[in-house]
Each structure stands twice: as structure tokens, then as C-alpha cells.
């Protein structure tokens, strides 16, 4: 055995070992009967936009693994985040609720989180094993969940980081500032990321069927791919060579196109990267190549599965924080606005009770609608507050009502005005103090407050000074003609102004309740957290008075 590798088991062993310690004696493990209730794994990919694979239509062969998955369960096609931010989206995944409930709109205020319960609390109360394999970003703690291995962009878990050549592989991640990698990432597959966490996380199934075999288990592995820096090592690096890379939506030269503040982001990421533009091609090519990467180590779970007799008790769900820039417009990263290539996010079901129903795949569907599903899975009730909708009738291939599904909403912002040349705000107010050579989340980027409708092939955004923008994504999926205020598509303009009014006042706080006794009670939707059961009148918009 090669030095490297007895480092790397001995690691693992070591992180088994914390995972599960030995039982005290007399300790025995819960006898809950859990027959009926499945596994969850859910699985995160930072940054990963939607439509990038063969089964969405896309050219290179990305994800293999997902698109079995998807052709065996469901892949909702038209799935889209809260906010097109790491914190915030992830937030609502275990909380069922927007942004303007959950109250955190950016990425440094986790600990602002509101709501009455999350998807972890709710497993616990259902007996379920908890775990957390990867990136947080959330407020969560180790002490929220029985097993804990924390990463991000940088690096793996510090204090249990044993192998002399992960520290190694850490330090020169660190070296990128997250840039993107103009040349094959000089460390094997094994010290990847991806891969550790698979192995993580891998250990964490066998432990707690080991040592919980009553147990179901909820398991969250959070993957940073392929988020920035955009590093791949061999057999990834070329797999996708730059030149095979389609054609992108537009370059800098259309920026006039999005104002002022996209051009203010390009001349700070040329700034502080001049390389970016010149390498756009190898900054998709990496991309690409981290998507194979991931679905790899998703390959290795599903056979893992197989192999211990859990898949066909094992429900699992593959999705993404928000997506990335992509390059359009000479852009990378994401933080400006609510394009399609940063808000539309794969969410892909398979496992346990999912049946493949092709016509369903193209309802509406959110980020938020994670943590309802995964309640009625785990037989809980939806806790008060959640926003999001249960898609469990809809994976099981059951009627549900296409009112409730026939669009979705999504925001950005922090609110107050935009800012503009006439604030003659400097490049620097974009520089990382954690060691990146810019963040592209900013005052500038996130100044003011959008909101943005889709529904059918149209897609309407709105902000806080009456500026709108409309496009219909069939025809122009790049967003480069605005038919908003046409004469021509007033009709279309003013439904989707009302779909979008309806939604905001929808996502709404009703938290805190107040006292809820004969005198005031709340009425909470039913089944499923369902509205549209309730709609009387017929389809929204209608005059009915209440």
C-alpha cells in the first residue's frame, strides 16, 4: 500500500470512527419501529444552473447518472430557487419559506433565520437520523444534527483533516481566490471535494445501519461544485474541451443591454481577474467538466445503495442552491438579477415511491416546495408558516390541481435604491477579505429589489421603481427582447402582473400567529398545503369577494 493511500484510509477510518463512536455500555439503540418510513438523501450542487445535461436537451453527456435517475423518477423542468443566493436558497430548502418570511436576503445574516420549525427539527421528532455531509452555509450547528462534516469552497473539516495530501490540495484550492483553473488541477480525483464528501457521507449510511438498523436516516450531502473556482483534475479536465462549448447568449459587448450595474460587475471582475473574458471557454469547460465530476460521485452513491439493499427504501432528491452567470454577457459567478441561467435549478426526484409521470415534469415548482414534500414523506405535518407546497401526490404520479402549479415567483435585493454611476462607487467595494480576488455579491449587485413571475412560456420581472422587463423564454430563452409595455402583449402583461402581485402578498409572513384560541385562530391550508382547493370564482384573477 502507497503511503498516500494508507493516508487517506487512515483518515477515513478516523472520520468513521467520530461519526459513529462506540456505544456505552448498557447503551442500546432506539427501538423504534420505522418500516414505513424511508430514507431522504438530498443532495446539493452549488451553482449548478439548470438545462446542462443530455436529457434537458443539452449537447454534452454532463450528467449520465442524473438523467438515468431522472428518466426512472421525476425532473421538473421548470424548477426554480427563492433567491438566486447560496444562504437565502438554502434556507428555504429546510425552512419551506421565502425569503421575505425566513428574513435573510444575503449571505451574511444566516443567524437572522425565522420560522417555527425546519425539515431537521421535523425529522428528530419523527425519530430520523440527521446528517450533514459537506457545504452548510445556513445557520445550522453541529449540534442541530447526530453527524457532522463540514466543508466549503476552500477546504475540508480542519480539525479532522488527517491526510498530509488533503491539507495539501486545501491550500493550493485556497491559492485559486476562486478564479477559474487555466490548467488540469495537479492532485487526483480522490482529493477532491466531491469525492470526500461522497466518502463522508457513504460512511455515515453504513454507520447508521449499523448501529440504528430500526433508524431511518435524512442525509444531506452538499456538494460546492461547481461553484467557483472553476478547477477540475484528469480524467475531467478536457473531457468537455473548450471548443466544444456552445455558443453563450451574448458577450460584453451586449452589456449596454442590462445597465448599469452588470457593467459595474464586469469592469470589477476584469479588474481583479483580467483573465476571466479572455478564458470564458475554460471557464465552461471546467464547469462542465465539475458537472461529470459530481454525477460520478452520485453514481458511487446510488451503487453504494444497491449494494447495502437500501435503494428501493431510499428516496432521494438532487438539486441546487441557484445556478451560474455561465459567461453570458462576459459574466461569471451570479449575484446580479434574476436571469434564467441563475434562478432556473434541476430538482430531481428518484427513489422510494416516485413514479415517472413525463406530463407532470413541466409544472412550477420551487425550492421552497422541498421542505412540505419531505414532511408528508416522514408522515409529520407541515409545520404553521411553511410557504412552499407538497409535491408528494405529484412524485407519486396522483391528480392535483394545475392551478396550483401553473407558476412560480422569485426575488432579488436588499433593498433601498440601485446604485449608479452617479455614486461613483469604486471597484474595490467588491474585494473579498476572505481571499477571494472579488465577490460578485456586493452593495452595488444587490442594490434595490426585484421580483420575478414565470408562468407558461412568459416571464415577467418588476422592481420597486415600476421598472419592468418581459420576455416569453420559448422564443428567446436568452432574455434578449423585452416585450414589456408593447401594446401588442398587454394582455399577457397585465396577467402576469397579477400572477405576480398574487404571489407577493401569498409569501407574506403569518408568523408570529398571535394567540391562537376561540377568538383568533389562524386557518392553516390542508392537504398537501394546497391553496388552490380553497380558490372559489374560478381560475385567479376573478372577482369573487370573500
Not at 114 to 123: G, I, L, N, P, S
Not at 333 to 340: F, R, S
Request: glycine share 8%.
Amino acid at each position: 500500500m502507497e503511503r498516500r493511500d494508507f493516508l487517506k484510509l487512515s483518515a477515513m477510518s478516523a472520520a468513521s470512527s467520530a461519526l459513529y463512536p462506540a456505544q456505552a455500555p448498557g447503551q442500546t439503540a432506539p427501538a423504534t419501529q420505522t418500516a414505513n418510513k424511508p430514507n431522504i438523501i438530498f443532495i446539493i450542487a452549488d451553482q449548478r444552473t439548470y438545462g446542462l445535461s443530455k436529457a434537458t436537451g443539452y449537447p454534452l453527456d454532463t450528467s449520465p447518472t442524473l438523467d438515468r435517475m431522472q428518466a426512472a423518477g421525476m425532473g421538473f423542468e421548470r424548477n426554480y430557487c427563492t433567491m438566486p443566493l447560496c444562504v437565502p436558497s438554502r434556507i428555504s430548502m429546510l425552512t419551506g419559506r421565502w425569503p421575505e418570511a425566513h428574513h435573510v436576503r444575503m449571505n451574511l445574516q444566516a443567524k437572522d433565520a425565522y420560522f417555527e420549525k425546519d425539515v431537521y427539527q421535523v425529522a428528530k421528532s419523527q425519530s430520523y437520523r440527521t446528517a450533514l455531509m459537506g457545504k452548510n452555509h445556513t445557520y445550522l450547528t453541529k449540534n442541530d444534527v447526530d453527524a457532522w462534516r463540514e466543508y466549503f469552497h476552500d477546504g475540508g473539516p480542519r480539525e479532522t483533516n488527517k491526510s498530509e495530501e488533503y491539507a495539501k490540495f486545501d491550500q493550493w484550492l485556497r491559492g485559486l481566490h476562486f478564479n477559474v483553473a487555466d490548467e488540469p488541477t495537479p492532485f487526483p480525483l480522490e482529493d477532491q471535494l466531491p469525492y470526500r464528501i461522497m466518502s463522508d457521507s457513504l460512511a455515515f449510511i453504513d454507520g447508521s445501519v449499523k448501529e440504528y438498523p430500526t433508524q431511518p436516516f435524512l442525509l444531506q450531502i452538499s456538494i460546492p461544485e461547481p461553484h467557483d473556482p472553476e478547477q477540475v483534475p484528469a480524467p475531467y479536465w478536457n473531457m468537455f474541451p473548450p471548443e466544444s462549448i456552445p455558443g453563450r447568449c451574448a458577450g460584453p459587448d451586449q452589456l449596454d443591454k442590462l445597465g448599469f450595474r452588470a457593467q459595474w460587475e464586469y469592469r470589477m471582475q476584469q479588474d481583479e481577474s483580467p483573465q476571466t473574458e479572455k478564458l470564458w471557454r475554460r471557464y465552461l469547460s471546467n464547469y462542465m467538466g465539475a458537472l461529470r465530476m459530481i454525477d460520478d460521485q452520485i453514481k458511487r452513491l446510488l451503487e453504494h445503495l444497491d449494494a447495502r439493499g437500501l435503494s428501493k427504501n431510499t428516496l432521494i432528491v438532487f438539486t441546487s442552491d441557484h445556478g451560474d452567470s455561465l459567461m453570458n454577457y462576459g459574466i461569471g459567478h451570479k449575484g446580479l438579477d434574476v436571469h434564467e441561467t441563475v434562478t432556473h435549478v434541476p430538482q430531481i426526484w428518484y427513489g422510494y415511491g416516485v413514479k415517472h409521470t413525463p406530463a407532470t415534469e413541466r409544472v412550477f415548482t420551487s425550492s421552497a416546495d422541498l421542505m412540505p414534500t419531505w414532511c408528508e414523506v416522514m408522515g409529520a405535518e407541515i409545520p404553521h408558516g411553511v410557504q412552499g407546497r407538497s409535491l408528494w401526490p405529484l412524485l407519486r404520479g396522483e391528480s392535483f390541481p394545475a392551478e396550483e402549479f401553473r407558476s412560480m415567483y422569485t426575488g432579488v435585493g436588499v433593498g433601498g435604491l440601485y446604485y449608479d454611476a452617479s455614486d461613483d462607487v469604486p471597484l474595490s467595494a467588491g474585494q473579498d477579505p476572505r481571499g477571494a480576488s472579488f465577490d460578485e455579491l456586493n452593495k452595488v449587485t444587490l442594490s434595490g429589489n426585484q421580483k420575478m413571475v414565470r408562468m407558461g412560456d412568459w416571464k415577467l420581472v418588476y422592481d420597486m421603481m415600476g421598472y419592468g422587463q418581459m420576455y416569453n423564454l420559448r422564443e428567446d430563452p436568452c432574455q434578449l427582447k423585452d416585450f414589456f409595455n408593447k401594446p401588442a402583449f398587454a394582455k399577457e402583461q397585465a396577467a402576469l402582473l397579477a400572477e405576480l402581485a398574487m404571489w407577493v402578498i401569498r409569501v407574506q409572513d403569518s408568523l408570529p400567529t398571535g394567540p391562537q384560541n376561540a377568538k383568533y385562530k389562524t386557518k392553516w391550508p390542508g392537504a398537501h398545503n394546497w391553496y388552490a382547493p380553497y380558490r372559489h370564482g374560478g381560475p385567479a384573477p376573478n372577482t369573487f369577494v370573500p
